[in-house]
């Protein structure tokens, strides 16, 4: 069996870049992660991720944007229980 050193590999393999944060619950951190990093990073991981009332009937929401693609853990009950959250950025979750 012919083996291929993993140092062969690597530039076959994607570069991934990740960021985690814990964001306090502050609108100002998430936007500006999600408008900032998106040239440079894949992968956000948000601890105390902001959400926003996005209807009169006071239901909160995700902050919606252009590039990124929210992703909620599946143990989530509700999102006022959820303490953290993933956001890939569309090319990663289109490939």
């Given at each position: 069996?012919?083996?291929?050193?993993i140092?062969?590999l690597?530039p076959?393999l994607?570069?991934i870049?990740?960021?985690?944060?814990?964001?306090?619950?502050k609108?100002?951190?998430?936007?500006g992660?999600?408008?900032?990093?998106?040239n440079?990073?894949n992968?956000?991981?948000?601890?105390?991720?902001w959400?926003?009332?996005?209807?009169?009937?006071?239901?909160?929401?995700?902050?919606?944007?252009r590039v990124w693609?929210?992703?909620?853990p599946t143990t989530?009950?509700?999102?006022?229980?959820?303490?953290?959250m993933?956001w890939?950025?569309?090319?990663?979750?289109?490939?």
């Amino acid at each position: 069996m012919n083996s291929m050193p993993i140092s062969s590999l690597t530039p076959l393999l994607p570069t991934i870049k990740i960021i985690q944060l814990n964001c306090n619950k502050k609108e100002s951190t998430v936007h500006g992660l999600l408008n900032i990093c998106f040239n440079d990073t894949n992968l956000l991981l948000l601890q105390e991720p902001w959400w926003a009332q996005i209807s009169s009937n006071s239901i909160k929401g995700l902050v919606s944007h252009r590039v990124w693609t929210p992703i909620l853990p599946t143990t989530v009950q509700s999102i006022d229980n959820s303490h953290y959250m993933l956001w890939l950025t569309s090319d990663l979750v289109l490939a």
